[in-house]
């Protein structure tokens, strides 16, 4: 079974950055798409971006020109450098990564999530 470990949350003040990491361990063929949602209170999980296993990226309207998503595939690590931060930016953030198993088997794995806070 793949785990995904979540860090890089925390407390910040608008207009500050934060740099979340994702990495997945276990065993597995490879990794395809990987990405990031968030989830406020009382609102449904949205993305936030994505990124494939060729680097091809994209972000949610509200994100773009302020985040910024990567992955190392030598580490099996995505990452989200989050700056010029909002405190509607407020959620928990979740990882979230299509694991191959198999060249036919894959099924997508999700992080416990990370909880970041835009506030002064």
């Known amino acids: 079974q793949v785990q995904l470990v979540e860090s890089g949350g925390g407390l910040v003040q608008p207009g500050g950055s934060l740099r979340l990491s994702c990495a997945a361990s276990?065993?597995?063929?490879?990794?395809?798409?990987m990405g990031w949602y968030r989830q406020a209170p009382g609102k449904q999980r949205e993305l936030v971006a994505a990124?494939?296993?060729?680097?091809?990226?994209n972000y949610a309207d509200s994100v773009k020109g302020r985040f910024t998503i990567s992955r190392d595939n030598a580490k099996s690590t995505v990452y989200l450098q989050m700056n010029s931060l909002k405190p509607e930016d407020t959620a928990v953030y979740y990882c979230?990564?299509?694991?191959?198993?198999?060249?036919?088997?894959?099924?997508?794995?999700w992080g416990q999530g990370t909880q970041v806070t835009v506030s002064s």
């Open positions: 979230n990564a299509n694991i191959k198993y198999t060249t036919l088997v894959a099924r997508d794995s």
């Open positions: 276990g065993m597995f063929f490879s990794i395809g798409a």
């Open positions: 990124i494939s296993s060729v680097g091809t990226s």
